[in-house]
Nanobody
C-alpha cells in the first residue's frame, strides 16, 4: 500500500507564506512525478505545480514567481513553498504522485490540507 500524507496548511494573512509538505510511504519502487493540485469551493481541481523525477518543474501561470516546488533528499517527500499568498490562493491543496510498486504504476492522492489567505 502507498500513502501520501500532507502537512503545513493553515490560515495566513495576504502577503504571507506557508510551506506544504507531502511524504510518500509504502512499498514504493519508483516515483515518476510529484505534484500539488488545489480545489477551491465550487471550482474544479487544478494543477498548481509539478516536479518530475529528473528535477524539471512546471507551474500554473497564477503561481509562477510566488510558489516553489521541490523534493526532499529522500526523494519521497515533496514541498510547496508558497510566498506572497493572495486570497485567491485559498483552497484545499492535494498532493499527487505517480508511483510504481511491484504490481502497478498509478497515481495516488493525499487527503488534502486547507490553505486560507485572509485578513
Amino acid at each position: 500500500q502507498v500513502q501520501l500524507v500532507e502537512s503545513g496548511g493553515g490560515l495566513v494573512q495576504p502577503g504571507g507564506s506557508l510551506r506544504l509538505s507531502c511524504a510518500a510511504s509504502g512499498s514504493i519502487l519508483s516515483i515518476y512525478s510529484m505534484a500539488w493540485y488545489r480545489q477551491a469551493p465550487g471550482e474544479q481541481r487544478e494543477l498548481v505545480a509539478r516536479i518530475l523525477s529528473g528535477g524539471s518543474t512546471d507551474y500554473a501561470d497564477s503561481v509562477k514567481g510566488r510558489f516553489t516546488i521541490s523534493r526532499g533528499s529522500d526523494r519521497n517527500t515533496v514541498y510547496l513553498q508558497m510566498d506572497s499568498l493572495k486570497p485567491e490562493d485559498t483552497a484545499v491543496y492535494y498532493c499527487n504522485a505517480a508511483i510504481a510498486t511491484a504490481t502497478s504504476i498509478r497515481t495516488y492522492w493525499g487527503q488534502g490540507t486547507q490553505v486560507t489567505a485572509s485578513s
